[in-house]
């Protein structure tokens, strides 16, 4: 499909589109049970082809500079490359705004466990034998790096506080990544 669209909501809420699309999925996959007009968090974008809603992408920062993802098909465009497009822009997302890392975790009730982890494994995501939560670099050291201009230059944003273009590894407190298995209190 390359008749794809990137529409950011600024005041995401549940509506028809959402409850459409997020319910096309078959049962175990998501677990979102919002009223219509109900507000919902973090930040949402509707994929759109011809006008017409064909997916969503939902992005989550995270404590230590990570984000969570959340993508979602429409059963119709479903196999014609409108997932892979989502996952990308939200990685360029998630890089542009200096996060580190963006995750997504496959719930054991999927019943496409496998093959979604593959889907991921191949596009960069990585995590652990057996894990349900998969991670990709988007940050410092990644393709899609976002470099800053040395704070001299008037450069620098919150999670690069010393201006330098490196956003992990790093410390909690400078917005860096933490591994959770490393991390001491």
Request: aromatic share 10%; glycine share 14%; with cysteine.
């Amino acid at each position: 499909m390359s008749d794809l669209s990137w529409v950011h909501e600024p005041n995401p809420t549940w509506d028809a589109d959402k409850r459409r699309v997020v319910g096309s999925a078959p049962a175990g996959v998501f677990d979102l049970a919002y009223e219509d007009g109900a507000a919902i968090p973090g930040d949402w974008w509707a994929c759109t082809s011809a006008g017409a809603v064909v997916g969503y992408g939902w992005l989550d920062a995270t404590w230590g500079g990570d984000a969570e993802i959340l993508l979602a098909v429409d059963a119709a465009a479903r196999a014609r490359g409108v997932g892979s497009f989502i996952l990308e822009r939200l990685e360029d997302e998630a890089a542009k705004r200096g996060l580190n890392y963006v995750y997504n975790t496959v719930r054991a009730t999927h019943p496409d466990r496998d093959d979604l982890h593959d889907w991921l494994a191949v596009r960069g995501y990585r995590g652990g034998t057996g894990d349900t939560t998969l991670r990709k670099r988007v940050g410092a050291g990644s393709s899609r790096a976002v470099r800053v201009a040395p704070a001299a230059t008037g450069g620098g944003t919150p999670y690069d506080p010393a201006g330098e273009g490196e956003l992990a590894p790093g410390h909690e407190e400078s917005g860096g990544y933490v591994d959770v298995d490393d991390h001491r209190y």
